[in-house]
């Protein structure tokens, strides 16, 4: 246990968010995504986990210690239902608030069509599967940066 980090960012996950640099892209997945072989072809190319968790809850975990890209629309983006590309599921909403809690103002997450989606994951940094169930739990998150002090 760490003092002041969430207890729900493994040991693994903190070193690769510590890793990860300024516009560099993490894939929060479902139980349900290919996540393994996806993984194999990020470039830290093994999957990390975080089960037992809702993509609300590791969200809010990883949102608690990684800022979010200011500089780009992309800055997170939700798997889109298909054939309803508009459609937010209760999951996604959930995902939203975390982002709005985290960014303190509310900023819409992207729109990524499944197949889309497939390949931002195989180029993205690195990939964590979470316990969610539920489908359409997929998102994106764009690294920011933390400025240096006033």
Request: contains cysteine.
């Amino acid at each position: 246990m760490l003092k002041g980090i969430d207890p729900r960012l493994n040991a693994e996950v903190l070193h690769v968010l510590r890793a990860m640099g300024h516009g560099d892209v993490l894939i929060l997945a479902d139980t349900n995504f290919p996540s393994d072989s996806v993984a194999s072809h990020t470039v830290r190319g093994e999957l990390f986990r975080m089960d037992n968790l809702t993509a609300a809850e590791a969200a809010a975990a990883v949102l608690s210690v990684m800022p979010l890209d200011t500089f780009v629309d992309d800055f997170a983006g939700r798997m889109e239902v298909v054939g309803r590309p508009a459609e937010i599921p209760p999951v996604q909403a959930e995902v939203q608030a975390e982002i709005d809690r985290a960014e303190g103002s509310h900023r819409p997450m992207v729109g990524i069509e499944r197949f889309a989606f497939y390949d931002v994951a195989r180029k993205a940094y690195a990939v964590i599967q979470t316990g969610e169930r539920r489908f359409y739990g997929c998102f994106m998150f764009r690294k920011g940066v933390i400025p240096p002090d006033a």
